[in-house]
T-cell receptor, first 112, second 111 residues
Framework: NAGVIQTPRHKVTGKGQEATLWCEPISGHSAVFWYRQTIVQGLEFLTY????????DSGMPKERFSAQMPNQSHSTLKIQSTQPQDSAVYLC??????????FGPGTRLTVL | GEKVEQHESTLSVREGDSAVINCTYT??????FPWYKQEAGKGLHFVIDIRSNVDRKQSQRLIVLLDKKAKRFSLHITATQPEDSAIYFC??????????FGTGTSLLVDP
């Protein structure tokens, strides 16, 4: 069991560019979560999928952020026209039942 | 929405002593309270959790206490070791699935 896999581990983009972050959940887990971690805001929930269907995206900024889960083996978080305030560690987690969530190592996004 | 306050931002103990981290929450509907450990440059590692149907849970050197009346829960690490040094996050979850996290406690265990 490789755990939750996130790629890339580090990404640097210029202001206005697009960033796509990838998450591979633990095999067999039906729930996938995205969180964002910054020094100022701490850990914030972004969005949640269950059986590939979007369930709750209440934490997603309304503009520029989108998430998808095209199949059970991966989810993507896309940020269009990145801004410096998007710089953060983006964490993906998966869960078998929605209770205990297992986190990946995160993707550190730096927007210059 | 739920708010979780983590009372200790830093904590320093001597090896072998106990460490206690305290959290409070606001939503009386919250029923699941996990704790996570984060080491430098790594993601969150689940350490222990407690559900609202019990008030105490132990796993080896880790003890979690839950006081529903006070909306307070705490993590006790007994017989601390240098490898316990990390940032610890408490979290709460209500009937939904998203976790609301505290701000983290940086624990340093001096050998």
């Amino acid at each position: 069991n490789a755990g939750v896999i996130q790629t890339p581990r580090h990404k640097v983009t210029g202001k206005g560019q697009e960033a796509t972050l990838w998450c591979e959940p633990i095999s067999g887990h039906s729930a996938v979560f995205w969180y964002r971690q910054t020094i100022v805001q701490g850990l914030e929930f972004l969005t949640y999928f269950r059986n590939q269907a979007p369930i709750d995206d209440s934490g997603m900024p309304k503009e520029r952020f989108s998430a998808q889960m095209p199949n059970q083996s991966h989810s993507t978080l896309k940020i269009q026209s990145t801004q410096p305030q998007d710089s953060a560690v983006y964490l993906c987690a998966s869960s078998l039942s929605g209770a205990e969530q297992y986190f990946g190592p995160g993707t550190r996004l730096t927007v210059l | 929405g739920e708010k979780v306050e983590q009372h200790e931002s830093t904590l320093s103990v001597r090896e072998g002593d106990s460490a206690v981290i305290n959290c409070t929450y606001t939503d009386t509907a919250s029923s699941y309270f996990p704790w996570y450990k984060q080491e430098a440059g790594k993601g969150l590692h689940f350490v222990i959790d407690i559900r609202s149907n019990v008030d105490r849970k132990q796993s080896q050197r880790l003890i979690v206490l839950l006081d529903k009346k006070a909306k307070r829960f705490s993590l006790h690490i007994t017989a601390t070791q240098p490898e316990d040094s990390a940032i610890y996050f408490c979290a709460a979850r209500n009937m939904g699935y998203k976790l609301t996290f505290g701000t983290g406690t940086s624990l340093l265990v001096d050998p």
